[in-house]
């Protein structure tokens, strides 16, 4: 039987063929694996952690502002050109501190004119200073001549009444008439100047309301931070110099911007399903970018309404900030604490296995992989909360991410006690 050349190549490569797998087959037998089953054999190495119970705190967790306690403007009073200023960007301005210097040369020549005019009034009166409103104007010495000289003219009319009367008479009708016309002239006239007295009294007195006046704008030329009685101890920082030296500033230009920043205001709007849950004196921790540990405050103010626009409300939290470490004006995240649960369930982090949307965990029985479908909720530290509670003591924490359920697993390490920070 012939056989062709083509048959013969074929059947070598053929040979070749089963030769190498041959070959490769034995290779791939090893004396340690001798006798060994296939469950042990592909068995994975895993390590357990605890299932941690502890408190766990249920929270909102939103985005805001921070502010000062207080913030103010403070603006010119006066026109004209600065000839001081006192504090710049940082400084600590205590209340009623000088800030800026307008120059008062205008307003105190203004203020000893009205002094003049006022002087000159009071001089007209034979006074030297305003009197109270108890004052009797009837007591100024033009007055009481005017009053004096009356008296005495009537006095010479009854004189000469008596004398008239007389039979015959002693005094001629036209002298008489003449004495009881000085009389009536004497009174008329006490009576003007009593009023003269008065008219004048209440021009000083509108002119001294105008030095008080000219003297309040020599005043108002020191541009000064507020002063609150309410709140005597309250502080400022200058948060923004908007003028220099030689400016001129007009009545009602912003000068300061000062922000008060020992306390800060954290306001953030929430969400309108939150609105039973956030509750004044609530306690509420704030975290910058600037500043990585948070802070803790508590809700001082919640808004009795929602907006119809966004569905939020506002919520404010007050923080102290002694150490001026946060900024006012900066952007902040607020986590508002509305309950503490006691009996939390916590797993390792490297427990969770996450895909497609999908949380595991994995505990192990009878050396196989048992799969936990879980709801992760809160993480602290090195824990994550499962908010759909597991019933059991340890799960995976290596090599979890290899593991389906019925995996043949290994444990190589004694179960590990998890901690949170």
Avoid at 12 to 35: E, I, Q, V, W, Y
Avoid at 382 to 390: F, G, N, Q, R, W
């Amino acid at each position: 039987m012939r056989v062709s050349a083509h048959e013969s190549s074929f059947t070598r490569r053929l040979a070749g063929a089963l030769l190498l797998a041959a070959f490769a087959s034995s290779c791939d037998r090893s004396p340690n694996t001798k006798g060994t089953g296939p469950q042990e054999r592909d068995a994975v190495e895993v390590s357990l952690g605890d299932v941690v119970r502890r408190p766990v705190e249920r929270t909102i967790e939103v985005t805001g502002t921070l502010y000062g306690e207080e913030e103010t403007t403070v603006s010119a009073k006066l026109s004209g050109r600065l000839v001081e200023v006192s504090k710049d960007i940082g400084d600590r301005v205590d209340q009623g501190a000088l800030l800026a210097q307008i120059d008062p040369r205008d307003y105190q020549l203004a203020l000893e004119q009205q002094r003049a005019t006022a002087a000159a009034s009071l001089a007209k009166l034979g006074l030297a200073a305003l009197p109270d409103q108890s004052f009797d104007p009837e007591t100024l010495p033009t007055v009481e001549k005017a009053r004096a000289e009356a008296s005495n003219a009537e006095a010479k009319f009854e004189r000469a009444r008596k004398l008239f009367e007389q039979t015959p008479p002693l005094l001629s009708e036209q002298d008489f008439a003449d004495i009881r016309t000085a009389w009536d002239v004497a009174r008329n006239q006490a009576n003007v100047e009593l009023l003269s007295a008065r008219a004048t009294l209440a021009e000083a007195s509108a002119q001294m309301a105008a030095v008080a006046v000219a003297e309040q704008r020599v005043m108002d030329a020191l541009v000064k931070s507020p002063l609150i009685d309410a709140r005597p101890n309250l502080e400022y920082r200058v948060g923004e110099r908007l003028v220099s030296i030689g400016d001129y500033v007009s009545e009602g230009r912003a000068l300061f911007r000062l922000v008060s920043t020992d306390v800060l205001k954290f306001r953030a709007m929430v969400p309108e399903r939150y609105a039973g849950d956030v509750k004044l004196g609530q306690v509420a921790r704030v975290t910058t970018d600037g500043e990585p540990e948070s802070v803790e405050g508590r809700v001082t103010r919640v808004s009795p309404s929602i907006d119809s626009a966004s569905r939020t409300f506002v919520v404010e939290v007050q923080i102290d900030n002694a150490d001026q470490s946060i900024k006012p004006g900066g952007f902040g995240r607020c986590a508002i604490v509305m309950r503490t649960d006691p009996d939390g369930q916590f797993v390792p982090r490297t427990a969770l296995m996450s895909f497609a949307g999908i949380n595991r965990v994995y505990s192990v029985k009878d050396d196989k992989a048992v799969e936990h479908r879980v709801t992760p909720g809160v993480i602290v530290g090195d824990l994550v909360e499962i908010a759909s509670p597991i019933n059991v003591t340890t799960v995976v924490t290596r090599n979890a991410a290899g593991l389906a359920a019925g995996t043949p697993v290994k444990v190589t390490s004694a179960a590990a006690t998890a901690s949170g920070g």
